[in-house]
């Protein structure tokens, strides 16, 4: 039987940078790997206590960096707390998909603060230029929303990026009840 070997994250996360071009400094890798082994999206908090021996600036621009290159993603809080996430789509080696602005949802346990990316869902569900009627049963998630805005707040207001959040209770939370 063969065993399962946990993943290389550090060089997952050199292999990324590289291809996307962005200077793969030790700082970023070590971040980007931290970000890639996490099961649950990172405060920068989180990040310093894993990193103990990289300081405050580094972690922040590390962070941008890789936020502004699309290689992870800034989840806000409603504790006013930025979390950090590499999602699963840019996890595959070789994936230039990615975009900055992603289209997933987010769980975010109301007890402990967590926040889990939702990376199976149907990409179509957010697609901007589907050719099907707004009010046939295929109609995308943005074409429905977008017409719940405009019926609201009236013509001529665009939306140019969803989010999706379902909050609620973490396994490890609702098992304290």
């Not at 399962?4 to 400094?25: C, F, G, H």
């Not at 707390?81 to 996890?91: D, I, M």
């Amino acid at each position: 039987m063969k065993k399962l070997s946990s993943p290389d994250y550090p060089a997952l996360a050199e292999s990324q940078l590289r291809e996307t071009s962005v200077r793969a400094t030790d700082a970023r890798i070590k971040v980007l790997a931290a970000l890639l082994g996490a099961p649950y999206a990172l405060s920068h908090q989180d990040v310093q206590d894993k990193l103990t021996d990289m300081d405050r600036v580094t972690l922040y621009r590390a962070l941008d960096c890789l936020t502004d290159a699309g290689l992870a993603h800034k989840i806000a809080g409603d504790d006013r707390v930025f979390r950090y996430n590499a999602g699963a789509e840019h996890n595959e080696p070789g994936n230039h998909n990615a975009s900055p602005q992603h289209q997933h949802g987010h769980f975010k346990c109301t007890r402990c603060a967590k926040v889990f990316c939702i990376d199976n869902v149907d990409e179509q569900l957010f697609a901007a230029d589907n050719k099907a009627s707004s009010k046939s049963p295929t109609a995308t998630l943005r074409q429905q929303l977008q017409n719940v805005l405009q019926a609201t707040l009236g013509k001529g207001f665009q939306s140019h990026e969803i989010e999706l959040t379902i909050k609620g209770w973490c396994a490890d939370c609702a098992h304290q009840v």
